[in-house]
């Protein structure tokens, strides 16, 4: 595929998303966008990692970041330290939103653990939330196309995340055989149905049919999965507030990937929490995780 952009191909460009933000690093080039989004009914942010090198063949392969609970892409953007490791690798980073912001939803922002910031990037079903917070669609089917009209992206793609983040991660990668080259995950919910955290957001979002809600979680989804069984991998740190709080519960999901035999390496890191300083330590570290199957070899 050609990707030199003609003049009508930058205006129309234009018209689809507005440029908010644009710097170097590493090389390469870190953008942050908003654009309307069909899934969600409004207006969505997003930022972009072009590496400075050129792509291999037809463009770059993409990893996908999603975001945890009150975060933006910003989050990641400036406290995660994966450009250096893609960059190397020669691969395009998309940090999504964490849900719709301006689809002024009544009670949307009365919580930091629900609604704005909070979608648990589920399709919700409830009916005062279902006609925006379709976020699973939005990370999966159209932010994906969008990146592939209007960026150099070949499109193999890999995802990632932390927190609700990792949570969406495992989700999308199980409920989507095929799409993703590789998953891996940061300190993820890994049992949505069976902590607080989850509970509250599966019973605003979906309502309170509990076989709902195993659709939304990964450790219900990988006991059926029927795709290629490629490893998973997680880091949790040993201090980790909301891992003894049991919010995240990841011996739950090892133990359904065991009985699914579905090969996982989950790594309890001695000391670390919960915060930007734990996934930076291991993020180069994932995105060669990544690039092993993104990248031809």
């Known amino acids: 595929r050609n990707h030199k952009r003609t003049n009508s191909d930058s205006a129309r460009i234009m018209e689809a998303m507005k440029e908010l933000c644009s710097t170097k690093v590493f090389g390469g080039t870190i953008t942050e966008y908003s654009h309307v989004s069909k899934s969600v009914g409004g207006s969505m942010h997003f930022g972009v990692f072009l590496p400075g090198t050129k792509p291999q063949g037809e463009g770059y392969p993409a990893l996908f970041y999603l975001s945890g609970l009150t975060c933006s892409p910003k989050n990641c953007i400036q406290k995660g330290g994966a450009f250096e490791a893609a960059a190397k690798a020669g691969i395009m980073l998309v940090f999504p939103d964490t849900s719709p912001r301006d689809c002024k939803i009544d009670g949307d922002r009365e919580s930091w653990d629900f609604g704005v910031a909070a979608s648990f990037y589920v399709n919700a079903t409830e009916s005062k939330w279902k006609e925006h917070y379709q976020m699973f669609t939005y990370v999966t089917e159209e932010l994906p196309g969008f990146i592939m009209k209007n960026f150099p992206f070949n499109g193999r793609m890999s995802i990632t995340g932390h927190s609700m983040g990792g949570h969406g991660a495992l989700v999308c990668y199980l409920k989507s055989p095929g799409k993703y080259q590789s998953v891996s995950a940061f300190a993820p919910i890994c049992n949505p149905s069976e902590c607080p955290w989850g509970v509250k957001a599966f019973t605003g979002y979906l309502g309170g049919d509990r076989k709902e809600w ?57 000391g670390y929490d919960h915060s930007y300083f734990f996934i930076s330590t291991f993020m180069a570290d994932h995105i060669r995780f990544h690039a092993k199957s993104l990248l031809p070899q």
Request: charged residues 30%; proline residues 4%.
């Open 214 to 270: 195993a659709n939304w979680d990964a450790t219900e989804l990988v006991k059926t999965f029927k795709g290629e069984k490629k490893t998973i991998l997680i880091d949790q740190g040993t201090e980790d507030g909301f891992y003894k709080k049991k919010q995240l519960l990841p011996e739950a999901f090892v133990s359904a990937c065991k009985g699914a035999a579905h090969p996982v390496s989950c790594r309890m890191q001695d």
